[in-house]
């Protein structure tokens, strides 16, 4: 089906992207439901087309309201500050009509609120695109109203619904109005956070494009057994192999991706790392350098694991397994986006087998180990048993007796005066 035959208006047709003729599958199930104003809960692989599929009916609803020019009519929440701008932008291109602002932490404050207030073009802004944190800043500081909201997406809404940004969600929903259509779209849903998300819909139509949870065909994965020390020599070793033009290494904490960047450098591999704690200036110019091929290696946390469009990706490289199983998929989503072929690695430990099995159920398939060339495998698995040696019970029977820390120095003789002899 072509995005002509999707009763979308001239405005939106004529500024799409030439090479954007077909709608993908989430687009053609969702649009017309959207459009229909019903609410909808949309799951579709990443890299499907999912922006579009909620921002073309949102603006075409802005562009039809003759009364939008001075209320907020439209408001998509996402949880990174990246995914935010990249939103913003993706929305506002195909519209001129309408005012897009984005609102997100790492970015002045002063600023927003001058957008909001009044914007380039002399009118004030129709929809919003927001993180939770800075979105609620600016509602309780009574910045904006979203009194006349008509339409709320949550974007990447599993994320969202999780305990880190779930009470600012209900905050935040407390300040618009219940009668509004509400579209919740995601690459994944895991069961428990079914009920949250049902809780947030009116008579909702849920639309799948692909299986739940599931993972792009096109994507080529392998994963490698390796001790957990050799983690890094072991990346660096495929990279230098390979050479590959582009490849995103996510791991799990912060300090590490600085210290495994340095360590790449360190190899001639021209690399850098970008996580939570760098500037927001700093990450805008990392992601941009990479996107535009400057930087051929990007280590990062999960900070770019969701929505981040980067083209023609070729490779991904988990140098942790997540422990999260829902971020496996959206990690390895970063490549064989739109249609591209994409290679996704993971480098797995003996200590790592809970997660893997954690990915393996949610996206019911076997994933098995292979052998790294080169990196023989001397850890063992862990047997659950602990390695320390049995306690004596009764003393720590004895211990509990004891009164204080003093209790248990143990007396020594008192100290005998040093003898003096006369010097002759």
């Known amino acids: 089906m072509k995005f002509s035959e999707l009763n979308l208006c001239t ?157 600012d969600l209900e905050s935040i929903l407390e300040f618009m109005p219940t009668k509004r259509q509400t579209l919740l779209f995601s690459a994944t849903l895991a069961p428990e956070l079914n009920e949250k998300a049902f809780g947030l819909l009116r008579a909702p139509i849920r639309v799948e494009a692909h299986a739940t949870n599931s993972v792009v065909t096109d994507i080529s994965e392998s994963l490698y057994l390796v001790n957990k020390g050799d983690k890094a020599r072991a990346l660096i070793a495929l990279i230098q192999k390979n050479q590959w033009s582009q490849v995103l290494v996510f791991i799990n904490a912060k300090d590490d991706a600085d210290k495994l960047a340095k360590r790449l450098v360190k190899a001639g591999i021209n690399a850098s790392a970008l996580h939570g704690d760098k500037e927001q200036l700093d990450r805008q110019q990392i992601l941009a350098g990479f996107k535009a091929l400057k930087l051929p290696v990007l280590v990062t946390t999960d900070l770019l694991s969701r929505g981040i469009h980067i083209d023609a990706l070729p490779v991904v490289i988990n140098l942790d397994l997540p422990t999260s199983a829902p971020v496996y998929v959206h990690r390895v989503g970063r490549t064989a986006r739109a249609g591209d072929n994409g290679v996704a690695i993971s480098l797995v430990c003996h200590g790592e087998a809970d997660n893997l099995k954690a990915i393996q159920l949610l996206t019911h398939r076997e994933l098995k180990l292979e052998a790294l060339e080169g990196f023989v495998v001397t850890d063992k698995p862990s047997t659950g048993e602990s390695k320390r040696a049995p306690r004596d019970k009764k003393a720590n029977r004895r211990s509990q007796n004891k009164r204080s820390a003093k209790d248990f120095v143990s007396k020594k003789p008192a100290a005998q005066k040093p003898r003096t002899t006369n010097k002759s």
């Not at 809960?41 to 087309?49: I, K, R, V």
């Not at 709320?152 to 305990?163: G, H, I, P, T």
């Open 11 to 167: 405005e939106i047709l004529s500024n799409l992207p030439n090479n954007l003729v077909d709608a993908t599958e989430i687009q053609k199930l969702a649009i017309p439901e959207i459009l229909a104003g019903k609410d909808v809960l949309a799951l579709a692989q990443t890299g499907s087309g999912k922006t579009y599929a909620f921002a073309l009916p949102l603006v075409q609803s802005i562009i039809k309201d003759s009364a939008t020019n001075c209320a907020i009519k439209a408001l998509v929440i996402v949880p990174t500050r990246e995914l935010a701008l990249q939103v913003g932008e993706a929305i506002q291109s195909v519209s001129a009509s309408i005012e897009v602002v984005v609102l997100c932490g790492g970015i002045d404050k002063s600023e927003q609120i001058k957008s909001l207030q009044q914007t380039q073009s002399n009118k004030h802004p129709q929809l919003v695109v927001a993180t939770p944190g800075r979105l609620l800043d600016l509602l309780r500081e009574q910045q904006l109203s979203l009194e006349s909201l008509k339409q709320l997406v949550l974007d990447e809404a599993d994320r969202l619904m999780e305990m880190g940004f779930w009470p």
